[in-house]
């Protein structure tokens, strides 16, 4: 669900948007001025509620928002609408705490905010129309009708989703290797890039890494990157890893597809997140899969981010133009 603050604000044209990209591991802040002429860019740390405490949430987003103000030189009180595109800002109670703790923060102006996959369709495709899959650490597919009707696939988190992810690859790698140690599976050249990468004497040597309370899923993602040298090699595990999540991601697609029946299929799909956008193998399938299965998709290459894609959508909705009702249902 979108919520929008309007009590305090008479509806004028704002002449500062900031949008924002809030992350479990970072957060990204983008400031546009009049006539979307983009007057600052910065990062800061995680503002995702359910990694992050209250407080670590409220003390990231106001470092990043000063920096933010201080970059375009401008006041907090300039700003006509600020709007978020959250990880896991999906349910009401949520929305509720991120305008609790920005008003804390000073912020008086109009206040949007919407799951951060919304943010990315606009930011990927420039506006509330399309498909946009992402698959970083976790993945997740989403996508939205000029009506503002929408679907998402996927993004259910690392133990119950995440299908064809960095996280759901890199574990992937790592059962293909014990397996293979044990003689459950035929060798794989994975084991020897993993020794590599990880610095290990044996597989063995790979527990502590694994369940060590440090290590976390960007550490088991971070893994993926052994994906494409082993499929590079002709390895039979790893490619049959590379096929399988390239399967998952077209499920989500394709579910999507089918949930919103655009007019003859016909709509554009944009791609995001490490393992789309710097992975080889898993690309090709996936892109392979579409072209057979969904040829009235055209696939788009990412015109912006998703901080880039908050400022999109206010815009949008303050000039009240087509799909002015982006994210209404974020599929929750």
């Known amino acids: 669900d979108m919520t929008d603050s309007t009590d305090t604000v008479k509806k004028t044209e704002p002449g500062y948007i900031m949008g924002i990209d809030g992350g479990g591991t970072k957060t990204l802040l983008k400031i546009a001025g009049p006539g979307g002429k983009l007057l600052a860019s910065c990062q800061g740390g995680p503002t995702n509620l359910y990694s992050s405490s209250r407080d670590t949430v409220r003390a990231n987003l106001e470092q990043v928002i000063q920096d933010g103000l201080a970059q375009a030189q401008i006041h907090m009180k300039d700003l006509g609408c600020i709007s978020l595109g959250m990880a896991g800002a999906d349910r009401p109670q949520d929305h509720v705490i991120l305008k609790e703790l920005l008003a804390g923060i000073g912020m008086r102006c109009r206040i949007l905010i919407t799951n951060d996959a919304v943010t990315a369709l606009y930011g990927a495709l420039g506006k509330g129309e399309g498909i946009i899959l992402v698959s970083g650490t976790g993945s997740i597919c989403y996508g939205q009708k000029t009506d503002g009707s929408s679907h998402r696939a996927g993004g259910w988190g ?131 899969l579409l072209n057979r299965a969904c040829p009235m998709v055209c696939i788009r290459k990412s015109l912006g981010d998703a901080a880039w894609g908050a400022i999109r959508m206010a815009a949008e909705k303050q000039s009240g133009s087509a799909g002015a009702n982006p994210g209404t249902d974020t599929g929750s």
């Open 158 to 288: 690392h133990i119950i989703g995440d299908e064809g992810s960095g996280y759901d690859i890199g574990r992937q790698i790592l059962m293909e290797v014990m397996k293979s140690y044990d003689g459950r599976r035929e060798p794989t050249v994975l084991s020897s890039l993993l020794q590599d990468e990880r610095d290990l004497t044996s597989p063995e040597s790979l527990l502590p890494f694994v369940y060590h309370s440090e290590s976390g899923k960007s550490d088991i993602a971070a893994l993926g990157v052994l994906l494409d040298p082993a499929c590079e090699a002709g390895d039979p595990a790893a490619l049959r890893i590379a096929r399988n999540a390239a399967r998952e991601l077209f499920l989500c697609v394709e579910s999507v597809l089918k949930a919103l029946r655009f007019p003859g299929n016909r709509t554009e799909l944009a791609m995001q997140g490490g393992v789309l956008v710097k992975g080889k193998q898993v690309k090709k399938e996936l892109t392979d």
